[in-house]
């Protein structure tokens, strides 16, 4: 089993619509998880982190954490075409500072 | 502010040559990674260097080395390059060890051929 799994997709949403971003993990230990974008070509640029159950929400991204489930889930409100990247759930591993493991991530294409 | 910059931006080896990577961690920041990503993949991670030490490896060959500056820079060696080696190769910082919220800059792409 694949300590971060992510459906690779693509899934595709319409303008407007809530876009449902959903990442398990092995790790019960895990105490920090992580969301990135990445357009086609460039680097991972942070969204959110969350270290608690429950939600977490910023503007139109919310990110949901069920340590119980090991899942960690994102959701973006009115999604534009704009949103159109592949999404990377990572978790923290240790103490102090640590590495990320990464999913191989979640492509979304939103349609006009 | 500025964020983590990494130079090149793009590298084309062949077999068994050795190259170099660089990154300058975001300002305030102490702390680096260095990530492989193979196309269609997550980035794999391959170590973190704080105060000028390997804090952490993962799980790639002795080929893969690297070092940190006092300034908190840092280069990504790799000896012997093989094919299987291109890929985009992500730096990432953080500030100090007690947050694990890590930047990446724009990544090195390698090409190896």
């Known amino acids: 089993q694949k300590e971060v799994e992510q459906n690779s997709g693509p899934l595709s949403v319409p303008e407007g619509a809530i876009a449902s971003l959903n990442c398990t993990y092995s790790?019960?230990?895990?105490?920090?998880f992580f969301w990135y974008r990445q357009y086609s070509g460039k680097s991972p640029e942070l969204i959110m982190f969350i270290y608690s159950n429950g939600d977490k929400e910023d503007g139109r991204f919310t990110a949901q954490l069920n340590k119980a489930s090991q899942y960690v889930s994102l959701l973006i409100r009115d999604s534009q075409p704009s949103d159109s990247a592949t999404y990377l759930c990572?978790?923290?591993?240790?103490?102090?500072?640590?590495?990320?493991?990464f999913g191989q991530g979640t492509e979304l294409s939103v349609k006009p | 502010d500025a964020g983590v910059t990494q130079s090149p931006t793009h590298l084309i080896k062949t077999r068994g040559q050795q190259v170099t990577l660089r990154c300058s961690p975001k300002?305030?920041?102490?702390?680096v990674s260095w990530y492989q990503q193979a196309l269609g993949q997550g980035p794999q991670f391959i170590f973190q260097y704080y105060e000028e030490e390997e804090r952490q490896r993962g799980n790639f060959p002795d080929r893969f080395s690297g070092h940190q500056f006092p300034n908190y820079s840092s280069e990504l060696n790799v000896n012997a390059l093989l094919l299987g080696d291109s890929a985009l190769y992500l730096c990432?910082?953080?500030?100090?060890?007690?947050?694990?919220?890590?930047?990446f800059g724009p990544g090195t792409r390698l090409t190896v051929l």
């Open positions: 990572a978790l923290g591993v240790g103490n102090q500072g640590g590495k990320l493991i």
């Open positions: 790790d019960r230990g895990s105490q920090s």
């Open positions: 990432a910082s953080e500030g100090g060890p007690l947050t694990d919220t890590q930047y």
């Open positions: 300002s305030g920041h102490d702390t």
